[in-house]
């Protein structure tokens, strides 16, 4: 079943010296679905990531996956997730075969056919015998890719994972994630700063700044049908469209309004009519580049917090 | 478990330095025996005289040591020993290996442990450190593994390694000695406390090798913590090297101290009790036992805890 929570982040928290890095997160993440994880450099995101995979000792709170918390059942919790945390570092002196190789013998059950399958999944077949320190970074990232998934997870975290992919590895990329969270139920978890392949990618957004999460959204939501109506005189308009009842807002050339395709002809029709001149009707977008900077404020790192 | 050490060992053996190292001991060791032929060959030494005559000196110099006042009883055991063997053979005919023989150079071999202890050193220094400073630590420690297994499997790929690195040096010394001299005449002799006996050279080959493997263990096991602790395989291999060479000289400087019983290097080359050469004269081999262990489970539990414990930022 899709849609199912799968990972609660609860009342999580990172205290290091006198720094509160994250603050009281609490957060849950459904099979199925991709959550992006948002946020100004310095925000608090590999951190987080660190304590969802074990890596850190949170300060306070949990991470439970699948029931069982990161902390009282490590094995049994991180078992079910496959992770990249920022640029995957594998061992270079060896090749990627092998490197895979390493880490299917830390799980039980992950055979050799898996190891091929997977390779061929990331599309590394053809370099897979060389060392690594001849990859390049996207060839690289492929491997990472590959290590996270060789245990069929049910929940893949991802820590900036398309940094240095091409953009064709970008689109198979965000393809073969769609696939494996729509046909296998994984629930993913994707950091990135790359905020048109979130908007591409994800379900959800989970914004954080200063160790806050200060915003979740669900992608489908926010994209409200809007459309941009540039006439003259422009006063006048405003009032027309205010008149048919229309929630309008202004825009630097003209209005915005918030309906659905049905109502535009009848729009244009009464502005005609009202003899302005109509120059655009277009549907319009915002994006989540700018929603993000509404909400973070953009600009600077944040400067270390005191308690 | 099993899976984890041979991971470890997978690692170990996909980077040259490994092979590198294990090259220049062979290399080395015979080097060291061919060396050896040569000059003895240019300079006629071992060839003139008959082994009666150095088997007299030897015994006049051990006599005159056993009237030494200084001397512990450890040390006047060890002496006596040598006295009644030297006078056996004498007595009997019995002639000891030629020094140009490969028995010799077997019985010889472990004092070439300090180089096993050099390379194991470094193979420990780096096996956790490494993980940090390549950043892999992370992919290793995202798996359904227990931390302490972990650093389990990588303790034992060490030791396996320096146990390697033991055996190729017997092996080494054999082979270059077979080669480089053959199998010379001679009888090994021992004395058990009552009477000398006629005893294997290979047994007592080991025996000497397996004393001289726990001052390999135990350098070993403080490399194996520094790295683990610190992180960095650089300063653990240069304390650990710095400390081999100084921590026998600092022996020296607090010999008239009582706390110079709990110093490690007091302790660490057990084969003193069997050699005569004591800097510390009375000590027994149960307190360096005793010494020792309570150094490696430090050395160790440190290790552990602070592995487990620690955050990963790497
Ligand atoms: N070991 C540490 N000790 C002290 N402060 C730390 C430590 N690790 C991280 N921080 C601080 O915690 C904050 C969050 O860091 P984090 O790496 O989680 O950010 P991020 O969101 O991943 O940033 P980026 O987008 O740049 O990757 C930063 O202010 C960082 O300086
Ligand atoms: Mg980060």
Known sequence: ?307 | MLKLVQNEWMKLWSKRSTWIMVLLLVLIISAGIGIMKWTHKTQNIGIEEDWEQIVMNELQFNESQLLNPELSEVQLAYYEGLVEIGRYRLAEDVPPFEPDSMQQQILNSYTMLSLVTLFTVIAAAGIVAAEFSQGTIKMLLTRPVSRWKILTSKYLAVLLFGLLLIVITVAASAAAGFFFLGIGEGQFLAWNGSEVVEASFWSESLRMVGLSSVSVLMITTFAFMIGTVFRSSSLAIGLSIFLLFAGTQVVFLLADFEIVKYYLFTHIDLTQFYTGFMPVPDITLALSVTVLIAYFLVFLIISYWTFSRRDTTA
């Open chain 1, 1 to 307: 079943m899709a849609g199912e929570p799968l990972v609660q982040l609860k009342n999580l928290s990172k205290t290091i010296g006198d720094k509160n890095i994250i603050k009281e997160l609490d957060l849950t993440l459904n099979t199925g679905e991709i959550t992006g994880f948002l946020g100004p450099n310095g925000a608090g995101k590999t951190t987080t990531i660190r304590m969802m995979t074990g890596l850190m000792r949170p300060s306070a709170g949990d991470v439970v996956i699948g029931g069982k918390s990161i902390q009282a059942d490590y094995e049994e919790a991180i078992a079910q997730v496959g992770v990249i945390v920022e640029n995957p570092e594998m061992y270079k002196y060896m090749t990627g075969y092998k490197n895979l190789l390493h880490f299917s013998r830390m799980h039980p059950g992950v055979r050799k056919e898996r190891i091929d399958e997977v390779v061929r999944q990331v599309g590394l077949q053809n370099r897979i015998q060389e060392k690594v320190k001849s990859y390049s970074l996207g060839m690289r990232q492929r491997l990472g890719l590959a290590q996270a998934l060789l245990h069929n997870p049910k929940f893949l975290i991802l820590d900036e994972p398309t940094n240095g992919l091409d953009p064709a590895g970008i689109r198979e990329f965000r393809l073969y994630l769609r696939k494996i969270a729509a046909e296998n139920n994984v629930a993913v978890f994707v950091s990135s700063h790359l905020l048109s392949e979130i908007e591409l990618l994800c379900d959800r957004i989970a914004v954080i700044q200063n160790g806050e999460l200060i915003d979740i959204k669900d992608m489908h939501s926010l994209q409200k049908s809007q459309y941009l109506i540039v006439a003259e005189p422009a006063e006048q308009a405003g009032e027309v469209l205010k008149g048919i009842g229309f929630p309008v807002e202004a825009h630097e050339k003209g209005w915005i309004i918030t309906t659905e395709a049905e109502h535009i002809p009848g729009a244009a029709k009464l502005l005609v009519g009202a003899g302005l001149s109509l120059y655009t009707i277009q549907p319009y977008r915002t994006t989540l580049e700018d929603q993000f900077l509404e909400m973070t404020g953009g600009g600077q790192i944040a400067e270390a917090r005191a308690k």
